[in-house]
């Protein structure tokens, strides 16, 4: 059966530090990745796709950026963390385009 | 556009009570429809999907929902709720692009 990662599962960072969230699925090959951010009372927004190793597509302007180096590896990115980009990250997978998407444990960010 | 609705933000039902939670959708075609269930700092877990066919959909934990074409809604039942379904629940719709489009989510609390 597939699994998804997320790690870690907290973290805690200073404003302007850098930043790296992974994400692995196994039980699979080339899956859909995925990359949400859920803040409060604001549902899911997607940040950013992946349909294959090195194919990034970014769904809104910000401070992050999405790199698969590996088919089943997905890892979120900032080289200066705002403030703003506190909150609960997710990351999901599914088998194509129009496909149940399958999420992760997600990891709580939070930037002092 | 697309877009997903969720109208109630909380809910409070009596354990053992019946629950209904609404979810009303805008979607050009004939839309794929998701009900998920979040825990306190967990990921998302799939309830039901609806692609096509039925438009009683059965799920997991006693869940059920209806498509409703005529009414753009999905609607999720159960007729019986237990304590531990007290949790968010999140409403999608898609394809949207290579994602799904989320409501933003109805609070379940549960009261003996």
């Known amino acids: 059966s597939q699994t998804i990662h997320q790690w870690p599962a907290t973290l805690v960072q200073p404003v302007g530090s850098p930043l790296s969230l992974e994400c692995t699925v196994e039980g699979t090959s ?3 990745l995925y990359w949400y951010r859920q803040a409060a009372g604001r549902g899911l927004q ?3 796709y992946s349909v294959g190793i090195g194919q990034i597509s970014s769904e809104v302007p910000q401070n992050l950026s999405a790199s698969r180096p590996q088919d089943r590896q997905f890892i979120l990115s900032s080289k200066k963390l705002l403030l703003s980009d506190s909150g609960f990250y997710l990351c999901a997978w599914s088998g194509g385009l129009v496909d149940t998407q399958y999420f992760g444990p997600g990891t709580r960010l939070t930037v002092l | 556009a697309q877009s997903v609705t969720q109208p109630d933000i909380h809910i409070t039902v009596s354990e053992g009570a019946s629950l209904e939670l609404r979810c009303n959708y805008s979607y050009g075609a004939t839309p794929y429809l998701f009900w998920y269930v979040q825990s306190p700092g967990q990921g998302l877990q ?3 999907k609806y692609f ?3 438009t009683l959909v059965q799920g997991i934990k006693g869940f059920e929902a209806e498509f ?3 009414q753009s809604s999905f609607n999720l039942r159960k ?5 531990s379904d007290a949790a ?3 409403c999608a719709v898609g394809p949207s ?5 989320f409501g933003k989510g109805t609070s379940l609390l549960v009261t003996p």
């Open chain 2, 46 to 48: 799939l309830l039901l």
């Open chain 2, 52 to 54: 096509s066919g039925d």
């Open chain 1, 30 to 32: 080339n899956p859909n």
């Open chain 1, 46 to 48: 997607l940040l950013f």
């Open chain 2, 79 to 83: 007729p019986s709720v237990h304590w």
């Open chain 2, 68 to 70: 409703k074409r005529s």
């Open chain 2, 88 to 90: 968010e629940y999140f």
């Open chain 2, 97 to 101: 692009g290579y994602a799904l489009n």
